[in-house]
């Protein structure tokens, strides 16, 4: 499985960013994480991809946003009114199997190279 992120970037507090994660093949359950210098990788969002049901984290519910091409075999986060607090490095990954929430990084077996995201 070969996942590809883009669209991370610099951006002022209050700002906006899309990121977009190309998988090949596509999986039926995927999720971004980040991890913040000195942290733990933490599960920001996760899609189911055949039932199309969304999980997140407390800290970003109604900012961020999962969604999907299928078509595209992409997944996307939209991340509106960011924070300092969420700069980290964003990964896309794929799951071993179907998870009933987003699950811990132990529970992916497929990551993406990532993609750095500062807010200032």
């Known amino acids: 499985v070969q996942l590809v992120e883009s669209g991370g970037g610099s951006v002022q507090a209050g700002g906006s960013l899309r990121l977009s994660c190309a998988a090949s093949?596509?999986?039926?359950?995927m999720a971004w994480f980040r991890q913040a210098p000195g942290k733990e990788r933490e599960g920001v969002a996760a899609i189911d991809t055949d039932w199309y049901i969304t999980y997140y984290t407390d800290s970003v519910k109604g900012r961020f946003t999962i969604s999907q091409d299928r078509d595209k075999n992409t997944m996307y986060l939209q991340m509106n009114s960011l924070k300092p607090e969420d700069s980290a490095m964003y990964y896309c990954a794929a799951a071993w199997r179907r998870l009933s929430g987003l699950g811990l990084p132990r529970d992916y077996g497929y990551w993406g190279q990532g993609t750095q995201v500062t807010v200032s």
């Open positions: 093949p596509y999986k039926n359950f």
